[in-house]
């Protein structure tokens, strides 16, 4: 019987959190028309610039919101060849462990003046917390 209430609970969480996505996209695309073609490219770049100024999203989240939770190199990627281009918010992107992940000499400075500017303090390892400063959309369902 355990057996039987264990596997109802689970797959009731998996519908519940398949509804949270579906609501989450919803309201991160509503102002475009996103469709089974709308190319994953296309959407970490419109997932980047929704980024508020004051917080940091990492590239595996980025690459969740957008539809493929492995593809946070895909998400690195695009932020190399996209971001002067269509001018997104790169310098809000990190990776999991709150960390900037350009290396000094090559961004890294840059990275860490632009986020300051944002209001956004390292502690001494050079982390960002993520209990204040980490985006997190699902706060955006409990405006409607």
Known sequence: M???QS???RRLYLIHRQVIEIALNIL????INVSMNTSFHQKVKYVIK???MGKVATYGQIAA???NHRAARQ???VLHSSSRKDKLPWHRVVNSEGRISLRPNYGYEIQKELLKKEGIKFDENDRIDFKNYLWDPWMMLQQY
């Open 7 to 9: 596997g109802t609970a």
């Open 28 to 31: 991160l695309f509503k102002e």
């Open 75 to 77: 998400v690195a990627w």
């Open 65 to 67: 919101f957008a539809g």
């Open 2 to 4: 355990q057996g039987i």
């Open 50 to 52: 929704k980024i508020p």
